[in-house]
Structure formats: structure tokens, C-alpha cells
């Protein structure tokens, strides 16, 4: 929290560098200051949604990525942990979309849209090109940035979710979750030689 925090003010204070007039001359134009300023994507830094309908697409898209790459990454990898873990994944991701599904049909709501996001999908075409050598190291990166959204999308649709029944849902996924996270932490210090 303290990174992202971090983050934001440094983004503001280049926003409001940008926005000075050159060499303390008034007539330069801001608008073309501003444009000019560098593209910064800052990762884990986006706004969490708060309503249902947003938090139903983002947790079904989360629970899609997760099973279709580790059931990629079943096809090709050749290491037991890693194996294993993925197959953790695709249980814990079919418990989890049929928990949200259960949530929605009780509130009688549809089921979030399991569409990838670009960057997912982008991950995903990743892991099933990747070779038996390389689709570890793709998979688990993608698996910690992946669990560190959803980390943070089941935690604030908890806290500041519009909707009761789908804050008791996501107050139950976070820490399944973020068990995930340790087993991350886990294979990482693994591969480290740890």
C-alpha cells in the first residue's frame, strides 16, 4: 500500500512539473506541455470497481485466466511443483466462479462475463506458445501478478462493495487468495535453491 501510495504522489508531482509554464514564460501553451509528457503505467494501480456488475466481470475474468493457464501450462510443463500447483488452481478457481455464480443467481443478477482482458489474454497466448523450458517462469509470473489483482479486487469489494451478499463472497475468496500468494512465495524460494 505504501508502493502504490508512493506511486500516486509521484505521478501528480510529474503531473504538476508538466504543468508549469516554460522557463516561467505565461505564454507557453500548458495543453502542449501536458501532451507531451511520457505515457507512465504504473502495475497493480487501478481503481477497483464497487459495484456488483463490475466486481462479477472482473472475478469471473480473474477465475477464467486462472483456470485456461494453468490447464496451458499442464500441456507443456514438465515440473512436478509447478504441475501441481496449477492443478490447485483450476479446483480453487471452479470453487470460486461457482461460489460468485450461486451469489448471483441467489440476487438474481447475471453471472460475471469470463471475457479476458487484453492483458490476460496477452498472458495467456504467452504461457501456450512457451516451450517446456520457458512456460514455468511465464506461468508463475503471471500467476503472482494476476493473484495480486485479484488480492486487491476481493479485498475492496469487501470493504466498499455495494452489495451484501457478494461482500460475504469476496471476503471469503481473499484469503484463499492470498494462500495462493504464499504458494508463489513457496515455489519461488524453491526455484531459488532455498
Do not use: W
Not at 35 to 48: G, R, V, Y
Not at 135 to 149: C, K, N, P
Not at 174 to 188: F, I, N, T, W
Amino acid at each position: 500500500m505504501k508502493y502504490r501510495l508512493l506511486m500516486i504522489a509521484s505521478v501528480l508531482a510529474l503531473g504538476a512539473c508538466n504543468n508549469k509554464a516554460d522557463n516561467g514564460n505565461p505564454a507557453v501553451d500548458n495543453e502542449a506541455t501536458t501532451a507531451a509528457a511520457p505515457d507512465i503505467t504504473l502495475p497493480h494501480l487501478t481503481l477497483q470497481p464497487s459495484d456488483a456488475r463490475g466486481y462479477l466481470d472482473k472475478a469471473a475474468a480473474g477465475d477464467s485466466f486462472e483456470i485456461e493457464s494453468s490447464q496451458a501450462l499442464l500441456k507443456t510443463s514438465k515440473n512436478p511443483a509447478v504441475r501441481s500447483f496449477a492443478k490447485m488452481m483450476v479446483s480453487a478457481h471452479q470453487e470460486s466462479s461457482r461460489k460468485l455464480q450461486a451469489a448471483a443467481d441467489k440476487l438474481k443478477i447475471a453471472a460475471g462475463s469470463t471475457t479476458l482482458s487484453p492483458d490476460q489474454q496477452q498472458k495467456l497466448d504467452g504461457i501456450k506458445a512457451a516451450d517446456a523450458a520457458h512456460v514455468d517462469e511465464l506461468y508463475l509470473a503471471s500467476q503472482r501478478s494476476i493473484h495480486t489483482d485479484a488480492l486487491d479486487l476481493h479485498k475492496h469489494y469487501a470493504s466498499d462493495g455495494d452489495t451484501a451478499a457478494l461482500k460475504t463472497v469476496a471476503a471469503g475468496i481473499a484469503p484463499v487468495v492470498q494462500k495462493h500468494l504464499d504458494e508463489l512465495d513457496k515455489l519461488g524460494r524453491q526455484g531459488d535453491g532455498a
